[in-house]
């Protein structure tokens, strides 16, 4: 197991630098670029776009724009902001801190009401409320995450007035984590959606595997309860399943957060990266896109040693 | 007495009060007779061009924090770099101060261009090349530091490039606060910047530059908004957009960069009688329209910019108010005249007569908009309805096209944007315009670009096979003609090669009498009402959604705007 981790934790960094790599190529082959988006319709002025242009170091090749930025990057520097004129590093990890709340909180909805509706639905098989579960976490994966965001404020922001519409807290200031934690409830939920049913059906099939093995049979022979069927010897057995489809989901809620935190108003990474997108501020976007693919990297690595832990066979395999 | 008439002045407009008791308070209150129909005139003028009110309920009081839902992020807090429109109009514009104010928040209409600000008076020679800036004493930055004559060269020598003159740049001078700028200093032509005293600062340009005035507050404000020389000493260029300081009626207080910005009252504005009444107000970015509808909705907003068109009857139905005014907004066409089809004239005014423009604004844009008539905008001093251009007939303009030879019509191409700055619904417009267009026989497709990518062809020049493209912009100062119709211009992205522009422009620019260079620019109007090259469409009317809570909010008769007056009722 060790030597499993070490090789695939030394894979982490050549596949950070391929990633940038690709993230820098496709920047620059989009049309229009910061210089653009800082002069507006002053581009039209060939001398004001070189000046601005030099200023900015782009009239350098691009393969030495990559290096420098990777040279600092390595370094921890990642640049200024050519929206924003702050340090990127001021800019991105209070946004990721923020970006990392919201995944919790979305994980947490897609965990629980995952396991708890994917569980139910393997015990109650084909019944009437297996189908409507399974039709609804269909819907909710199907449907657009903003028009779900969209939804849940008109009906608990706007007509019942039970939850704040948007932001990570009051716009008023003052309140603490109580008011951060009534803040998440929305747009979490609106961003565990997706989750939520994938976890549910994966744990379902799983479930449904697992409560026809032999061992179960054989529990339920000696007269054990039916929670110790269900939750030790049959769940056991579909939890690393579980564990690898929520690792995967976590890179998953933390990168698909975007569309949630510019419905709600949330401050994190995923705004940041529509707004860097939008002022074509690359060094951010490099950056951003960077620390969400360090994230996906990382966590999926983790849930992978996890399941191993579980189940050393998967080592073999 | 002031506070008195302008609320009798929104109840006329708001039609609360009839023009016979409005004429009876206003003599009451010792107003003249011309003085109260030119009142009378200006009120029926604002009411016919909008179906909406410009204020929102006015009432003596303050306090409170008001919070702005924006449609975009701020970029940086600088005044000589930040370079958004909503950068300037909704936060700048409350730390700031530019040496050239314009009395936004007047419910009758823009003032003269030079409102006592900072600047207290500006005097010109009598062979318009030289003014003089008699600054207001006793001003302070909100830092302490002075604001005087040397703060204000030290403020346009970070943006005017001496370079040209043979001289070497301050180390403040910045190359992309010059290049963003260069707009007004090149044609304005400064070659000597003096301070005879501290309260006196004197430009002296190479030629005559009529709007030199009019153009200082235009393009972001950064022209002439002043920041404190001390913070650039103490921490540098980024220190300036990190610690905001002007004079304004507002302090910086905090940032989170692309989701919310927090300004206080200044308590030691320099003008108490137009001192803040709102003791805080905090500007939220939320770029999407539905998050911005359902923020003010939650009652987590008091104010939205751009609201969708589609929401504002359901935002009245529900108490909410909806303000709305003409300023210099107008979104326009530019033909390519390297397009052989674009070449005869016949054949560009027929494309103009083949578009219901003022459809387009009443049923496309619900309203809050309406159809231009001028090149200019309809805030500046040279704007008319009479330039001559022509009224929508498409069977006039297929006639048009059969004697130019193109009875079958052809096709073109239109690039226009999905959005972006003061661009309203482009999409939707331009399809409009091709509807409209086809039943003539101009066969247009169109070319979607996201906003930036837009941009970067825009900027380059129409290139051979697009035939159309769309721009918004325009000007409460007399200058702006200068930029799409000169055609050395760089925003002459159409390639309209008619010097008469030039000459009638030149001659606009040198005029020592305002009258001269108005009569100038509405020549230029009227030539461009017979040649088509830039085809104005619509003015925006800018509709803004504010909560019934909000005290004293005028609708701005310009792009930018003032929140001294505003406060929040509890």
């Not at chain 1, 040279?71 to 902001?81: D, E, I, V, Y």
């Not at chain 2, 206003?26 to 109260?36: Q, R, T």
């Not at chain 2, 928040?105 to 008076?121: A, E």
Request: with cysteine; hydrophobic share 50%; charged share 15%.
């Amino acid at each position: 197991m060790l030597s499993y981790a070490a090789k695939r934790a030394a894979a982490i960094v050549p596949t950070l630098i391929g990633v940038s790599l690709v993230t820098f190529a496709l920047l620059h082959i989009v049309p229009g670029g910061p210089v653009v988006a800082i002069l507006g319709m002053a581009a039209s002025d060939p001398k004001a776009v070189a000046a601005v242009t030099r200023e900015l170091g782009l009239n350098r090749s691009l393969p030495e724009q990559y290096w420098i930025w990777l040279r600092h990057a390595l370094s921890g520097n990642f640049g200024t902001s050519t929206e924003f004129h702050v340090s990127v590093s001021t800019l991105l990890f209070p946004k990721l801190a923020h970006t990392l709340v919201l995944t919790a909180g979305s994980l947490v909805y897609a965990v629980v009401l995952g396991l708890v509706i994917g569980i139910a639905t393997a015990l109650y098989h084909r019944s009437l409320f297996d189908r409507l579960a399974m039709l609804l976490t269909l819907i909710g994966a199907s449907a657009p995450v903003f028009w779900i965001g969209l939804l849940l404020i008109y009906l608990f922001a706007i007509r019942l007035q039970w939850l704040p519409a948007l932001g990570m807290t009051s716009l008023l200031g003052g309140g603490g984590v109580l008011t951060v934690l009534k803040h998440l409830i929305l747009p979490a939920f609106a961003n565990s959606i997706i989750s939520l049913a994938v976890i549910a059906r994966i744990v379902r099939s799983s479930m449904l595997e697992a409560l026809v093995q032999p061992y179960v049979l054989a529990a339920r022979a000696r007269g054990l309860p039916r929670w110790r069927q269900v939750i030790v010897h049959s769940f056991r057995n579909v939890l690393p399943d579980a564990i690898t489809i929520t690792g995967l989901q976590v890179g998953f809620l933390f990168g698909g957060a975007l569309f949630v935190e510019v419905v709600f108003g949330w401050p994190g990474l995923g705004y940041l990266i529509y707004s860097s997108i939008e002022a074509r501020d690359y060094v951010t976007m490099q950056a951003a896109v960077l620390i969400v693919s360090a994230v996906f990297v990382v966590v999926n690595l983790a849930a992978d040693l996890a399941r191993i832990a579980l189940d050393p066979r998967e080592v073999g395999a | 007495m002031e506070r008195r008439i302008d609320g009798a002045l929104t109840d006329l407009m708001a039609g609360r009060l009839t023009r016979r008791a409005f004429a009876e308070r206003a003599a009451s209150l010792g107003l003249a007779l011309p003085v109260i129909g030119a009142l009378l005139r200006g009120a029926a003028a604002e009411a016919a061009e909008s179906g909406f009110p410009v204020t929102g309920p006015m009432e003596e009081g303050s306090g409170g924090t008001i919070v702005v839902g924006q449609e975009s992020n701020w970029d940086v807090l600088d005044p000589c770099l930040g370079t958004g429109a909503v950068t300037w109009r909704t936060c700048l514009y409350q730390i700031y101060e530019s040496l050239v104010a314009r009395e936004m928040d007047n419910p009758v209409g823009l003032t003269d261009p030079v409102v006592p600000g900072i600047t207290q008076s500006i005097d010109r020679s009598a062979d318009g090349k030289t003014y003089t800036f008699h600054l207001q004493p006793g001003i302070s930055f909100t830092d302490g530091t002075a604001f005087d004559a040397a703060a204000v060269i030290w403020n346009v020598e970070r943006q005017w490039d001496q370079s040209k003159l043979g001289r070497k740049n301050p180390p403040q001078f910045d190359t992309t606060a010059a290049a963003v700028r260069s707009w007004f200093w090149n044609p304005a032509q400064l070659v000597n910047l003096v301070a005879p005293d501290p309260h006196t600062v004197v430009f002296e340009l190479a030629a005559p530059f009529a709007p030199f005035v009019s153009g200082m507050p235009e393009s972001g404000l950064g022209t002439m908004g002043m920041s404190s020389p001390a913070v650039w000493k103490k921490y540098g260029t980024p220190g300036i957009a990190a610690h905001p300081v002007g004079t304004g009626p507002f302090l910086f207080e905090s940032q989170t960069p692309g989701d919310q910005l927090t300004i206080v009252k200044n308590p030691k504005y320099w003008n108490p009688t137009r001192a803040a009444k709102a003791d805080k107000i905090i500007f939220k970015a939320l770029t999407d329209p539905a998050t911005r509808v359902a923020a003010l909705r939650g009652g987590e907003v008091h104010v939205i910019f751009a609201p969708p068109v589609q929401e504002l009857a359901g935002l009245q139905r529900e108490g909410f108010i909806v303000t709305a005014r003409v300023n210099p907004h107008l979104w326009y066409l530019q033909v390519n005249a390297e397009e052989p089809y674009w070449k005869d004239r016949r054949v560009r005014q027929a494309f103009f007569m083949s578009i219901n423009r003022a459809g387009m604004a009443r049923n496309l844009l619900k309203e809050t908009a309406l159809s231009a008539v001028s090149v200019n905008g309809r805030t500046c001093p040279s704007w008319t309805d009479q330039a001559g251009y022509p009224e929508y007939n498409p069977t006039l303009a297929k006639k048009l096209l059969a004697e130019a030879g193109f009875e079958k019509g052809f096709d073109t191409v239109f690039q226009i944007p999905t959005g972006g700055s003061g661009e309203m619904e482009p999409v939707q417009m331009a399809e409009w315009i091709a509807a409209d267009a086809a039943r003539v026989g101009i066969r247009i497709k169109l070319q979607t670009m996201e906003w930036i990518s837009y941009l970067h062809a825009w900027a380059a020049g129409m290139k051979p096979g697009i035939g159309i493209n769309q721009q918004s912009w325009g000007m409460t100062s007399i200058y702006w003609p200068n930029l799409p119709l000169r055609t050395t211009s760089v925003l002459n992205v159409g390639h309209q090669p008619d010097k008469r522009f030039d000459q009638l422009l030149d001659a606009a620019n040198s005029a020592l009498d305002e009258k001269v260079a108005i009569a100038k620019y509405r020549a230029v109007d009227a030539l461009n009402a017979q040649e088509m090259w830039v085809l104005p469409i619509v003015n925006d009317l800018a509709p803004v959604a504010i909560s019934p809570k909000l005290r004293n909010f005028v609708h701005s008769s310009d792009w930018w705007w003032d929140f001294k007056k505003v406060w929040v009722k509890a």
